[in-house]
């Protein structure tokens, strides 16, 4: 026997093609899914991103547009201490287990399960149409998952491949020398169609059991008898009659936990502007009644001002010489900075210049108490 140089076994390995340009692809592909959650990890680990601290408001953020209710965001939210180490520690996994090519299979039913899990929870979001922007590269992953298990990745230039290989040879070896033959390496086994099976139940399962939570959770919102009480929070953008700045009035405002359904009535002139990113979100269903009829893009051709809080995950525009309503529900008490983006200033460059970021005027504070 001596050294062996092909496939190990006769069994599992022989069916695939572990040298061929087809194969190195696959392998390729594998190391660049290992890539992008590196990628992922160095951006949760960065300090200045405040991935650990933004945790909760993030899941918040999609509660509004969780289907079935916002109770499964709630409960992530509360939890972020468990829920942010949990989605750290997965990443940390599935970074190092795909640029190894270690333990291969179990990452891509790991990463296909978590994949599914993100995808089950932005549904609400996803299927508006015209369709949020936030529906993320999920869909790809999973794709990129199923195409690296049925091609078998991490038959090659992997740790999965060198173990398999020094076991197969330890095998060979006792074998000659008649002593009792170790198990053959788990990642090489013939396993592969129970594996896949596997695989699929376990991403429809996760998809399914999520989409169950996301129903059967119940939401946190203080509901009280009978219908939901609801704060109405009214707010007009005037003219300022000293300096003739656009002023959002009241600037600094508090409101309760729970529902509040705002109005913006906009007193200010019709604006075009072009580079408007003009997406609403963090509202529910993703959506803003302008003027009575509900926008997810609001028409660039008229945005004057408009309300963004980036720790709630909020952005509304406000078109001049109309009325915006729009429902967010609040879970957590805080402080938290508005600012209007659109470019609203007086001086040569309107996006930086007053109001544009002066308190009071373009700018001010929301108070959840
Ligand atoms: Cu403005």
Redesign the pocket.
Same mark, same amino acid.
């Given at each position: 026997m001596g050294e062996t140089s092909g496939p190990p076994t006769g069994t599992g390995a022989r069916r695939f093609d572990v040298s061929g340009p087809r194969a190195l692809a696959l392998e390729f592909l594998r190391i660049a899914v290992g890539l992008v959650w590196a990628l992922n990890l160095v951006f949760i680990v960065a300090p200045q991103n405040h991935w650990f601290a933004d945790f909760s408001a993030t899941a918040l953020s999609y509660a509004p547009t969780t289907i079935g209710g916002p109770g499964l965001a709630q409960y992530v939210g509360a939890h972020a201490a468990v829920f942010s180490w949990l989605v750290a520690l997965v990443t940390t996994y599935l970074a190092a287990a795909f640029l190894l090519g270690f333990t291969t299979r179990l990452a891509c039913l790991v990463g296909g399960v978590f994949s599914a899990i993100l995808l089950a929870t932005q549904v609400g979001s996803t299927f508006v149409f015209p369709g949020g922007t936030d529906v993320g590269e999920h869909p790809l992953y999973l794709v990129i998952y199923i195409a690296l298990v049925v091609g078998g990745a991490g038959r090659t230039l992997s740790v999965d491949r060198w173990l398999s290989d020094t076991l197969a040879r330890r095998r060979a070896e006792h074998a000659a020398r008649g002593l009792p033959v170790p198990r053959r390496a788990w990642t090489a086994g013939p396993s592969y169609r129970f594996f896949l099976a596997y695989f699929t139940a376990g991403i429809l399962v996760s998809f399914a059991v999520t989409l169950g939570l996301m129903v059967a959770v119940p939401s946190s919102t203080p509901s009280g008898v009978g219908p939901t009480p609801v704060y109405y929070e009214n707010l007009t953008?005037s003219l300022n009659p000293v300096n003739g700045w !656009?002023q959002y009035t009241p600037a600094n405002f508090t409101v309760p936990t729970g529902r509040v359904v705002f109005t913006i009535t906009d007193h200010d002139s019709p604006m075009n502007w072009s580079q408007c990113p003009c997406v609403v979100s963090g509202t529910d269903k993703s959506v803003e009644m302008v003027n009575g009829s509900p926008d997810h893009i609001v028409p660039s051709s008229n945005v004057?001002?408009?309300f963004n809080i980036p720790q709630l995950g909020l952005d509304v525009y406000s078109p001049g010489q109309s009325v915006v309503v729009f429902t967010i529900d609040l879970i957590n008490t805080g402080t938290f900075v508005w600012f209007?983006i659109?470019p609203?200033g007086a001086g040569a460059n309107p996006y930086t210049t007053p !109001?544009?970021g002066t308190p009071g005027f373009?700018t001010g504070t929301m108070t959840v108490s």
């Open positions: 953008v !656009p004057a001002h408009s209007c659109a609203c !109001p544009m373009m």
